[in-house]
């Protein structure tokens, strides 16, 4: 479950953050939350720090919540860039060594995607 995550390291935060991207958007007010309980205070200027840092406009919880959804986007982004030319391989037979090939290569650009957003909550979470 991706809100059992601790965020205050780099490995959690990364499968922290995976999970959430498996999980989806009905996790999405959980993991805020719980994000929000591990940030450091003052929480509202430090969520602002961590959404300036990634690029997004946005102040407190709801700034959190606004990051956590361009994760979610990102990632879906990354590993359909990644995924590309899989149908090809689908028909008229399946070529499992290929598809195993492009399943690693979306493994590798959600735990890319996830890092990096994971890389914007460094010192600001205990």
């Known amino acids: 479950m991706p809100n059992t995550f601790n965020f205050a390291d780099e490995v959690g935060r990364a499968h922290g953050l995976m999970a959430l991207y498996h999980h989806g958007e009905a996790y ?11 940030i450091n205070e003052p929480k509202a200027e430090s969520c602002t720090l961590v959404c300036q840092a990634g690029g997004i406009e946005g102040h407190g919880k709801a700034g959190l919540h606004k ?14 860039v990644a995924s590309v030319g899989l149908e ?10 290929k598809i195993q090939g492009i399943f690693a290569n979306m493994d590798k650009a959600l735990l890319a995607t996830a890092a990096a957003y994971g890389q914007l909550f460094e010192g600001f979470t205990h």
């Open 67 to 80: 990051l956590l959804q361009s994760f979610l986007h990102e990632a879906n982004e990354a590993c359909e």
């Open 28 to 38: 999405l007010l959980q993991v805020t939350q719980l994000l929000w309980q591990q």
């Open 88 to 97: 090809e391989h689908l028909v008229p037979q399946l070529d499992w060594d």
